[in-house]
DNA sequence: GGTTGACTTAGACCATAGTCTAAGCACTAT
DNA sequence: ATAGTGCTTAGACTATGGTCTAAGTCAACC
């Protein structure tokens, strides 16, 4: 799969792709005329990283990850590790949001009466 | 209440306190020597801000808020508006937030049995 | 043989949201 | 008096995460 089917079917576009590429958080192999040859493990990974950003972890830390991951099995706890931390930091996050869609209620109903 | 006291309160800096005030999101009156006096009015919509924030609004969007909001009690309606709009975002975001935490309790769960 | 789309390096540029400094003035407290 | 804290304007600088362009190469398609 080539970079512009990537950026379709990811939604990332190509200048970010090859934007995480150079900052390390993916390594992609080439074909024969050096072309970018994404296959199914990158797709997984590149969600991956879609997830990750989405929960707010920033691109440094997502290398730390992607180097973890590089080095393969040995790692596996070292990454479980990074991903239990974040699972805390996400359920904070989660718990803000109610409150705050709380609040927002609140809010809501307070104008809602006064229109 | 002088600036110092209300970064204290709301873990807002001084410098961004002003850079609020700059970007007229507050607008904060003087005492005799000129130094800004917050009341508890300023208190409770500088707290505001800072939910709105915190689910994602940006600043040129409070900006909006706060313009109709000086504008007196004919924008409560579109307040609501605002504010019912902003509602959906969030709960559309929550909804983000479950499904990423389920995928990386899925994660989790696999990394542990090689783990 | 021209167009298309990929590649490269390097760097400019953008938005967002601050953060900090300089320089000078004003007032209060020690 | 002088330190401390507030004020002002103006602009520099930071971090994050892209986004885009330039300039040149290369291979494939029509």
Known sequence: MIISEMAQLTQISEYTLRYYEKKELIAVSRDARGRRNYDENDIEWIRFIQRLKETGMPLR???KYADLRAKGDQTVHERLEMLEAHRIFVVAEQQKWAQNLY??????EYYRKKD
């Open 61 to 63: 830390n997502i290398k």
């Open 103 to 108: 609040n927002l209620d609140a809010k809501i």
